[in-house]
């Protein structure tokens, strides 16, 4: 008996025992372990999700820069001469960063945590890297208006202070 | 190699910018008119298989016309100036004799059919008094050691004959006082007495008559001898009929012309012009004074404009009726020719005196009716809303009207016809002006600029006479155009300077240059003006004035005391007296009330004989500058140069060791200042001289290495641009342009040259050129560009520096039809920016438009309309099948 009871099989009922006996602990139903509705492994899970999220968030985050080898490979490929190919991409270059950073807001709307004005700022940068790296494929095409001559057609005839007129001598 | 090629390619690059023409473009934008000049002599020839005219001209031509329509059939031009001078000429049954030059005389013989040469022979002369031809032996009348002398040559082999006859010279006494006719001398001598002896035979008897005299003229081609002698204003005629003189008076001062009618018996024809437009021909028997009554008549055309009319040759014959019948040849004073048919009319009229335009203009049109209305209903703020909605609805009512009637082909639209004085409105683009031209003759002309038609002529006959060019002595007219035709409440308005007929003071004679009318035209001014120039502002009519400078170097306004419309800029008027060298300049105050109050001397530069100012070169006053600076290769800019003020002064010295040195002087006309001077070495004429905003050209004849040579000059004020927003030529740095300077060599001679000018100054600059070989060549500017780099091309699309200039024959815009001895090209802006108005007048006149950068803001010709309508209205069509289909579908698959 005492074994039995020092034995506490899993599906064995003990009607023996006295009232005062009444254990504190009810009697789980059959099948029930109070293991498998245990809340650790739930806390767990929980603490990895969010890690997940964060190296995600960090990925778009880190996505602008990452991309900045890519581009200086494309810029370098396309080369300098004007042509429909080189202005597409450099299109493409200036385009695509400067619609990220218009679309700023909504790309970060379903991450939140305490990185996230960090992610923010980097992603801000990146694209910022991307524009400043399509500027300067613009000026080494010569297609921005730097120079004195790009603005030679905006300069007005000067007006005459004086009028003169004359000629030879009519006799 | 490689270097080779890129050259070669970039030069065809270029050479594609110049214009071609396509053969179907001939003669649809251009027209050529042909003229022969002031006829000299001239000779019918009625041979009804021929039925021709020969004439020989002042401007060296021999040209033979059609009797019928006055065509030329064929024209030969004879040497330039005194060398080509025709002194006489001979026809004979298959040949026409000229006789031409002054110390070396030479005989050509023509075929009267097509014009070719025969025979050409030659020799030197001198003193020559008279020439004429009797019985096939030309005979030389000249002057040495105290006799007058006869040579006689064989006209057309230039055989010497057998003697040389000789008379005493004691009697002739002059060109006024002597004259030969038909082989005769007329003279008159010390003691009143009338001399005439025949110089065909050595001992004929001379024939002397008493007369009084002041001027003894023979008549032209008479047959015999006859002379007109005037003695204070009574016409005599004289004349020697089987060795007896006689003398018959004459009533009106008329040109007279004797024509042998039968074999003793002569025709006297007579014709006068007591008005200009009236024309009075007589017709005697010479020996009996019999009127020959057919041969009389008036005739009056409103549009004539004749003065004193002249016979240049007759022929007369007897008609079926049995009465004589006269074909004249009429040259007139104002130098146009005329065939008159006696009795009749007036079968042809050619206006020769256009071979002799010293001044043109191109005048834009005034607006059509309804664009002066709907001007008018913007114009007038003063009426009520009520009233300008009423002229707005009656305005768009003409509008549609006129419409209508275009598209249904009642009337043609109004830039397709020409000629009539209700189609003489501007069209969209500016292309259809005006041509003022002045002719030395003294008749002004307006021509239509589209197919060269002669809408007005005036005769300035009485009015007053030519100023005179002192550099090469040709007569000057200064014309300005004082309104144009944009103001709609007055009529346009252009002032020609004239010299008074009877005082050294100056004649203003005002005329509307759309129809050369003149009302109340001619001011006698008080003075004697030396210089005009006009104001930058109007006045409140719209007038642009004049500032007259006069012989003491006071300034007058004209029109005198009208009001400004706003206070004019500081004026400054320079004069150059190409006789002493002394070149002024003058400070002009010119007050907003319309007075002026004084001048004052500001400058002075004197050039010392025998330098001599040749030319003067300003920019064009309607020139834009688009461009204020060039960019270069590194994508920096090189800001031009632009000096309004600015002008080039040539002149030109005789050297011991280099034969003439040529210097072009930059001055600065306000301050006075010599921006730059560069000399040229053994530079001699024909010199031409261009100025056109930063740059200039200037062609000369290098007698060192024989050939025409362009030295071009480039101004530039360096990397910055001083001031930015106006230019004074006072008070501001005095730092000195940059100079770029490169010359070129012209395989040919030049005539005139003149640059493109377009509205806005955009369209890249072309150099028209006429050579003397006839063409008209475009040369891109940049061809004579100076800055055209020696060795490898730094600079993209720049043309390495070639010294030779291109002359493609694409590039010469006048294709076949040669012009020659061309006087001066006139180029104006249209409203279209791409292209520029040419006109080239000379012996022939010539008028195209050229594009510089071509048509970059008109499509093509051959642009197709039909293709472009079906495919837009094709799609449009489509586009809403295809809409209206699709949403049929979208319905249907919703249902389902």
Redesign the interface.
């Known amino acids: 008996m005492t074994s039995a009871k020092s034995k506490n099989f899993k599906w064995s009922l003990d009607f023996t025992r006295s009232k005062h006996e009444k254990s504190t602990d009810n009697v789980s139903p059959p099948g029930y372990s109070q293991l498998a509705g245990q809340n650790g492994t739930e806390l767990s899970k929980d603490s990895e999700s969010s890690r997940l999220i964060i190296k995600k968030s960090w990925d778009l985050a880190l996505g602008p820069l990452k991309q900045v080898p890519m581009n200086l490979f494309i810029m370098y490929m396309a080369g300098n001469s004007i042509s429909i190919f080189p202005i597409m991409m450099v299109g493409m270059l200036i385009v695509r960063p400067v619609k990220a950073l218009f679309t700023l807001q909504t790309t970060f709307k379903t991450i939140e945590g305490t990185q996230a004005w960090g992610q923010k700022f980097i992603f801000f940068i990146g694209n910022c890297v991307n524009i400043v790296l399509a500027l300067y494929k613009c000026q080494s095409m010569?297609l921005l208006p730097t120079?004195?001559?790009?603005w030679?057609?905006f300069?007005?005839?000067?007006?005459?202070?004086?009028?003169?007129?004359?000629?030879?001598?009519?006799? | 190699m490689v270097s080779k090629i890129i050259l070669t390619v970039l030069l065809c690059s270029v050479l594609f910018t110049v214009n071609g023409l396509y053969e179907d473009q001939a003669g649809k934008f251009d027209w050529k008119q042909n003229y022969v000049g002031e006829v000299k002599f001239s000779s019918i020839d009625v041979d009804v298989t021929t039925k021709r005219l020969y004439v020989a001209t002042e401007k060296n031509v021999v040209a033979s016309l059609a009797i019928e329509t006055g065509d030329i059939i064929w024209r030969q031009i004879l040497e330039k100036g005194p060398e080509g001078s025709i002194e006489l000429i001979h026809p004979t049954k298959s040949k026409i004799i000229t006789v031409s030059g002054v110390d070396v005389i030479k005989v050509r013989g023509w075929d009267v059919k097509d014009g070719y040469l025969h025979f050409e022979w030659s020799t030197e002369t001198s003193n020559v008094l008279y020439l004429f031809v009797f019985n096939g032996l030309l005979h030389n009348v000249y002057s040495s050691n105290n006799l007058i002398a006869i040579d006689t040559y064989h006209l057309e082999t230039g055989v010497k004959g057998k003697a040389t006859y000789t008379f005493p010279a004691h009697w002739f006494n002059g060109f006024d006082r002597c004259a030969l006719s038909s082989g005769s001398l007329a003279c008159f001598d010390v003691a009143g007495q009338l001399n005439i002896g025949s110089l065909i035979k050595s001992n004929t008897d001379r024939l002397s008559l008493d007369m009084i005299g002041d001027k003894i003229v023979a008549i032209p081609g008479s047959p015999i001898p006859a002379f007109i002698v005037t003695n204070t204003n009574v016409e005599k005629l004289v004349y020697v009929k089987e060795n007896k003189v006689q003398v018959r008076s004459l009533t009106t001062r008329s040109s007279s012309f004797i024509y042998t009618y039968m074999a003793d018996r002569h025709i006297l024809l007579q014709i006068s012009s007591p008005m200009q437009d009236t024309i009075v021909t007589e017709g005697s028997i010479l020996e009996d004074s019999t009127v020959i009554e057919s041969l009389s008549s008036k005739e009056s055309k409103s549009s004539l404009k004749i003065s004193n009319p002249r016979i240049s040759s007759a022929f007369c014959g007897r008609s079926k009726a049995n009465t004589v019948n006269c074909v004249t040849l009429v040259s007139t004073q104002d130098q146009s020719l005329m065939l008159l048919k006696m009795p009749g009319s007036i079968k042809w009229h050619r206006e020769e005196s256009l071979t002799n335009i010293i001044n043109v203009e191109l005048v834009d049109l005034p607006v059509s009716d309804i664009e002066a209305a709907i001007e008018k209903e913007f114009g007038n703020k003063e009426s009520g809303a009520f009233s300008m909605f009423v002229r707005r609805l009656f305005s768009q009512l003409q509008q549609l009207r006129t419409l209508f009637a275009t598209v249904l082909g009642i009337i043609e639209s109004p830039s397709e016809t020409t000629g009539t004085k209700s189609n003489l409105v501007r069209d969209q683009f500016g292309l259809h002006k005006i041509i003022v031209a002045v002719t030395s003759a003294g008749k002004l002309f307006g021509i239509d600029n589209l197919n060269g038609e002669i809408l007005w002529s005036v005769l300035l006959c009485g009015v007053g006479t030519f100023?005179?060019?002192?550099?090469n002595g040709l007569p000057?007219a200064?014309m300005h155009l004082q309104r144009n035709s944009k103001h709609l409440s007055y009529s346009p308005m252009c002032t020609l300077?004239l010299k008074s007929e009877d005082s050294e003071n100056t004649v203003m004679f005002t005329f509307n240059p759309i129809n050369g009318e003149s009302k109340n035209g001619v001011t006698q001014l008080p003075y004697r003006?030396?210089?005009?120039?006009?104001?930058?502002v109007l006045n409140i009519e719209s007038v642009r004035s004049l500032?007259l400078f006069d012989s003491t170097n006071s300034p007058h306004l004209y029109p005198a005391n009208t009001p400004l419309s706003s206070k004019?800029?500081?004026?400054?008027?320079?004069?150059?007296?190409?006789?002493n060298g002394l070149l002024q300049g003058f400070t002009v105050d010119v007050l907003i009330s319309g007075k002026v109050i004084s001048a004052k001397e500001v400058w002075k530069t004197q050039f010392n004989k025998p330098t001599q100012?040749i030319a003067?070169g300003?920019r064009d006053a309607m020139e834009?500058?688009?461009?204020?600076?060039r960019?270069?290769s590194d994508?920096?800019?090189l800001y031009k140069y632009?000096n309004?003020?600015m002008?080039a002064i040539l002149t030109l010295a005789p050297d011991t060791t280099h034969k003439s040195v040529l210097t072009l002087h930059l001055l600065d006309?306000?301050s006075g200042i010599i921006i730059y001077s560069v000399v040229h070495k053994r530079a001699s004429h024909p010199i031409h001289l261009i100025h056109s905003e930063n740059w200039l050209l200037c062609s000369y004849y290098n007698d060192k290495t024989r050939r025409t040579e362009i030295a071009s000059y480039e101004l530039y004020d360096g990397?910055q641009?001083s001031?930015?927003?106006?230019?004074?030529?006072?008070g501001g740095s005095l730092i000195p342009p940059i100079v770029e300077k490169q010359a070129y060599i012209l395989p040919g001679f030049l005539q005139a040259m003149k640059p493109t000018i377009t509205e806005k100054g955009i369209t890249s600059k072309h150099i028209l050129m006429a050579t003397t070989t006839g063409h008209l060549l475009e040369v891109p500017w940049a061809f004579l560009d100076p800055r055209r780099p020696l060795g490898e091309p730094k600079e993209e699309g720049a043309i390495p520096y070639i010294p030779e200039l291109p002359m493609p024959s694409e590039s010469m815009i006048n294709y076949n039809k040669s012009l020659m001895r061309v006087d001066g090209i006139y180029t104006t802006p249209s409203s279209l920016e791409s292209t520029c108005l040419v006109f080239v007048y000379g012996l022939d006149l010539f008028y195209t438009r050229v594009a510089p950068s071509k048509t970059f803001d008109v499509l093509k010709e051959d642009f197709d309309y039909l293709v472009i309508i079906i495919v837009t209205t094709i799609l449009l069509i489509s586009a809403y099948v295809t809409k209206n289909l699709a949403s049929q579908k979208a319905l249907k698959q919703a249902w389902k």
């Open positions: 010569g120079h004195a001559s790009d030679l057609a300069i007005n005839q000067p007006t005459r202070m004086e009028y003169s007129g004359g000629g030879f001598i009519l006799s | 100023y005179e060019n002192k550099v000057s200064p300077l003006v030396v210089q005009a120039v006009p104001l930058p500032i004019p800029p500081p004026m400054y008027i320079y004069i150059a007296n190409p006789t100012i003067i300003s834009h500058v688009h461009s204020q600076g960019v270069l994508r920096s800019v632009i309004p003020n002008v006309a306000v990397n641009l001031n930015s927003s106006d230019f004074s030529s006072v």
